[in-house]
Nanobody, 123 residues
């Protein structure tokens, strides 16, 4: 599976962005999909995941502001980010794995990574 992330950019605090992750090579509906953020000098962190059935899991820091969704017909996963904060700044990576919904909270359970897309939120 090849994952291509897009949609990052430079925005101001309070703005919104929507990230997209398009897959090729295999259909996404057999995987749990997720998004991770890596801030400069820090480890990659779990942000959100969506299971095969559409159930979702979010990090506490983004709960209520971010929404993950998937369009299996388009083989694409989205991350709608609202009320962005400067601490949301980082490179965002989409990822997928064969485990259950919460499996992607562990980096070791990720089977596929996309390339990152930069999100910068200015104050």
């Amino acid at each position: 599976v090849q994952l291509q992330a897009s949609g990052g950019g430079l925005v101001q605090a309070g703005d919104s962005l929507r990230l997209s992750c398009a897959a090729s090579g295999r259909t996404l509906n057999i995987y749990t999909m997720g998004w991770f953020r890596q801030a400069p000098g820090k480890e990659r962190e779990f942000e959100a995941a969506i299971g095969r059935s559409g159930s979702t899991d979010y990090a506490d820091s983004v709960m209520g502001r971010f929404t993950i969704s998937r369009d299996n017909a388009k083989n694409t996963v989205y991350l709608q980010m609202n009320s962005l904060k400067p601490e949301d700044t980082g490179v965002y990576y989409c990822a997928g794995g064969p485990g259950g919904l919460t499996s992607l909270r562990s980096l070791g359970r990720v089977a596929y990574w996309g390339q990152g897309t930069q999100v910068t939120v200015s104050s």
